[in-house]
């Protein structure tokens, strides 16, 4: 929506309904606004506190077992180099399986960013943002909404 604005109205007019529309946006409840991942993030922040390791750690290697899997199967990059077949993912390998798949710098990345999308996203419902970097290179990175918001909430938390 803000981004609509800005193609259509003079930069004078965008602040104050940037300030309006987001005025109205914080009276919409939190359970509607942001997606259940958001709420799992801050759940899990509280489970570490109360002492509840052993569940948070059986709850992140089911989740990084899904990703792994994921990868392997949709993204074209780790389907053609990681050898590690999706079945033999799951919640007891997946910390193994991670160590797998190669560390990838910068500029691996940024030479064909397209290779590392999942196939199933439409890139429509995602964003497009890019860091300014350390070294002045930055990388870009898409996401959507849902992986915005996961990411806001270890923010929320701290």
């Known amino acids: 929506m803000i ?8 930069q004078q007019m965008t602040a104050p309904l940037k300030r309006c529309l987001r005025s109205l946006l914080g009276r919409v409840p939190a359970r ?4 259940r991942d958001y709420f799992k993030v801050l759940e899990l922040h509280r489970l570490v506190a ?10 992140l290697a089911q989740r990084l077992a899904s ?9 074209p990059h780790y389907r053609e180099t990681i050898t590690v077949r999706p079945g033999d993912i799951d919640e007891t ?12 710098g910068k500029a691996t990345v940024m030479q064909c960013p397209e290779r590392f999308l999942d196939e199933r996203y439409p890139r429509r419902h ?4 890019t860091s300014g970097g350390s070294t002045g290179q930055g990388i870009g990175v898409w996401s959507d909404r849902r992986e915005t918001q996961v990411e806001r909430a270890f923010f929320d938390h701290e």
Do not use: C, I
């Open 126 to 129: 995602l964003a497009y943002a």
């Open 32 to 35: 509607l606004r942001y997606h």
């Open 3 to 10: 981004d609509w604005m800005r193609t259509v109205m003079p």
């Open 93 to 104: 390998t997946a910390f193994e399986s991670l160590k797998t798949f190669p560390y990838l």
């Open 67 to 75: 990703v792994l899997r994921n990868a392997v199967t949709h993204v």
């Open 50 to 59: 109360g002492g509840q390791e052993t569940t948070v750690r059986a709850f």
